[in-house]
């Protein structure tokens, strides 16, 4: 990651972080795929042992996050795949877990990983996994983002 500013991350000052990977269980090689990344990050930064935890949808995904965020952890990941179908079904679940975990890490100040992706097509999905002839790595930079906040928040002194 680089930004102006922000703590390089490195094991030295994450390897002690505590964190936690939510993942959702819908679209199976999809999941694989964002999981394994998230778990390689976390390994790159010396996050040994994260709880990992699986929910039926993406839609249970905000409700495992605020009680996460009231048990000490520095930083979740939120992981899971909705698929546009037929119905407006999509939106809602879209709408439920963008607002949830983005209330959740707002008002608890828990940084969040989304790594929830929302696409059109599996096809769509499947690029953004990770995994052989992807192009993106949603798990991996989830993962990213939710240490870097993390540390960040951590340089910041009480008053
Ligand atoms: C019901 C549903 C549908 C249609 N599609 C998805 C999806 O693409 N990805 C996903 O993670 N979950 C889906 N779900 C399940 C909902 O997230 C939720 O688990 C159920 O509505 C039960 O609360």
New binding site residues.
Partial sequence: MSGKGAPELSVKNCGDLRVAVIA????DKV?DGLVDGALRALNELGISEPTVLR???????PVVAKVLAGRGYDAIVAL??????G?P??E??CQ??TQGLTQVSVDTGVPIGFG?LTCDTEEQALDRAGIEGSREDKGHEAVTAAVATATTLRTISEP
């Fill in positions: 959702a269980q819908w679209h999941m929910v039926p949808g993406s839609f249970e995904l899971g795949v909705v698929i546009r179908g119905t079904h999509f809602y679940v439920g877990v929830v």
